[in-house]
């Protein structure tokens, strides 16, 4: 009887306990429009690329996206390197959610500090653009070959018979910088049909002496074919260049981790004529 007793008692805490919740949950607040929004963008009247970023709206905290980076400060100077017309895109986070904006800026003048090297305009020819396509002048303009030790496709060289009947022979790809560092890819199949754009960045100074003279990094997009045929055509976005002049571009990718003459892929690439 005294253990029927006790259990009807523990019974009816937890009864009590189980319909007096203990979790107190603040509503969200209101969502402020982009109407409603405080903020300022304006350049500099000497150096129309140097661009003054200001957020004063209460209790919002803005994310800049202005094409040649992104700054999560409130208020922030940066630079728009060439000359275009940019989209500065604005998310912001308010009590309520998230809420994007966006406003055009115009620039006329480069920053003299950007693009120092001249691999940027063999690569680009600045904002005008510059499209590469293979270089079938060689015996081979894709293949595979040693990591650090080829210098072009040396195990499997294609030719181009060869990329034609990957269904890449005719594709090409465009780089130039207007208003960003823009890489637009044409393809007939491989990695999609169709054009395709993103973004691209080199370093000069990212080298592996006695092979590569740089890198070359792709956002959202690859060079022409620029896949890992052996590894289910995982798509590559990081390249080393092996040579860039005006009239040649040579890179080459590994898997991570390749160590020295491990499987490497070569890409050989001359301007459209």
């Not at 905290?61 to 275009?84: E, K």
């Not at 890449?168 to 393809?187: C, I, K, P, S, Y």
């Not at 890198?215 to 080393?240: A, C, E, M, P």
Request: charged share 20%.
């Amino acid at each position: 009887m005294k253990k029927t007793l006790l259990y009807l008692i523990v019974g009816l805490m937890l009864t009590f306990v189980a319909c007096d919740p203990i979790e107190n949950r603040d509503e969200l607040g209101d969502i402020v429009p982009a109407s409603e929004f405080q903020f300022t963008i304006t350049q500099d009247p000497q150096h129309d690329y140097i661009v003054y970023l200001s957020n004063t709206t209460p209790y919002v905290l803005f994310s800049w996206d202005y094409a040649w980076g992104q700054t999560l400060r409130q208020q922030d100077t940066v630079r728009m390197l060439v000359p275009g017309t940019y989209t500065v895109k604005i998310t912001a986070t308010t009590a309520g959610g998230i809420v994007t904006t966006e406003e055009n800026v115009t620039v006329t003048h480069s920053d003299p500090d950007a693009f120092q090297e001249p691999e940027w305009a063999m690569l680009t020819n600045m904002a005008a653009g510059k499209t590469w396509v293979w270089d079938t002048d060689l015996p081979g303009a894709w293949g595979n070959g040693g990591y650090k030790g080829c210098f072009a496709p040396c195990w499997w060289v294609v030719d181009a018979a060869g990329l034609a009947g990957q269904k890449v022979l005719n594709d090409e790809m465009t780089f130039d910088l207007n208003a960003g560092r823009n890489l637009t890819l044409t393809a007939e199949l491989s990695p999609e049909p169709g054009i395709t754009k993103g973004a691209f960045d080199i370093d000069m100074t990212s080298v592996i002496e006695g092979w590569s003279v740089g890198t070359l990094t792709t956002k959202n997009v690859t060079i022409i074919h620029g896949v890992d045929v052996n590894h289910d055509n995982s798509k590559y976005y990081d390249y080393n260049i092996l040579k860039l002049t005006e009239s040649e571009l040579q890179v080459a990718a590994a898997q991570p981790g390749t160590g020295n003459w491990g499987e490497a892929w070569f890409w050989m690439f001359k301007p459209k004529e």
